[in-house]
T-cell receptor
Framework: DAKTTQPPSMDCAEGRAANLPCNHSTISGNEYVYWYRQIHSQGPQYIIHGLKNNETNEMASLIITEDRKSSTLILPHATLRDTAVYYCIVRGRSNDYKLSFGAGTTVTVRA | NAGVTQTPKFQVLKTGQSMTLQCAQDMNHEYMSWYRQDPGMGLRLIHYSVGAGITDQGEVPNGYNVSRSTTEDFPLRLLSAAPSQTSVYFC????????????FGQGTRLTVV
């Protein structure tokens, strides 16, 4: 499995954009980058995923570098309800049955 | 649309007791899996299934059994509970493939005393 590296924690001001980095330097060509979050020990919630192009949905944007060795999750207007642990996960054909969760980034949105 | 439903939400067991954690999904997903999450840690895969009648071990399978007789249900059995199995358990389901979202249940918080 390709490994991911995320900062352990970050703070963000309410209403500002939160930019969450992730390094995945060993990612292979057919592996996707997924982002999930977990609010207060609830079940993980899917946010977004991508292969090589930038992606946007109603929750967030995902920016993947051209060499695909890193990515950034952008929460455009963070709210207090976005306080959570955010997980960056690489998923490919050899392990499509599972998600390999690391420690994630604990994001605290402050009023 | 209920998604992934886990029961019970909370359970306290005595050491040596057995129990079954239930997981059901109504999305016709072929893939289902069980994870455990210990305090301050990420989720670890216990067992998974890629279809009815097919199961396999994940990273931490010892002390747990599973079966998959239907597409909808994937129960997790603790045969003889130990304090080390105190954890929060999550069930997940998805379609096959790398371009598919996985859905998680809300978890079962298990304490073994």
């Amino acid at each position: 499995d390709a490994k991911t590296t995320q900062p352990p924690s970050m703070d963000c001001a309410e209403g500002r954009a939160a930019n969450l980095p992730c390094n995945h330097s060993t990612i292979s060509g057919n592996e996707y980058v997924y982002w999930y979050r977990q609010i207060h020990s609830q079940g993980p919630q899917y946010i977004i995923h991508g292969l090589k192009n930038n992606e946007t949905n109603e929750m967030a944007s995902l920016i993947i570098t051209e060499d695909r060795k890193s990515s950034t999750l952008i929460l455009p207007h963070a709210t207090l309800r976005d306080t959570a642990v955010y997980y960056c996960i690489v998923r490919g054909r050899s392990n499509d049955y599972k998600l390999s969760f690391g420690a994630g980034t604990t994001v605290t949105v402050r009023a | 649309n209920a998604g992934v439903t886990q029961t019970p939400k909370f359970q306290v067991l005595k050491t040596g007791q057995s129990m079954t954690l239930q997981c059901a999904q109504d999305m016709n997903h072929e893939y289902m899996s069980w994870y455990r999450q210990d305090p301050g840690m990420g989720l670890r895969l216990i067992h998974y299934s890629v279809g009815a009648g097919i199961t396999d071990q994940g990273e931490v399978p010892n002390g747990y059994n599973v079966s998959r007789s239907t597409t909808e249900d994937f129960p997790l059995r603790l045969l003889s509970a130990a304090p080390s199995q105190t954890s929060v358990y999550f069930c997940a389901s998805s379609y096959p493939g790398t371009d598919t979202e996985a859905f998680f249940g809300q978890g079962t918080r298990l304490t073994v005393v």
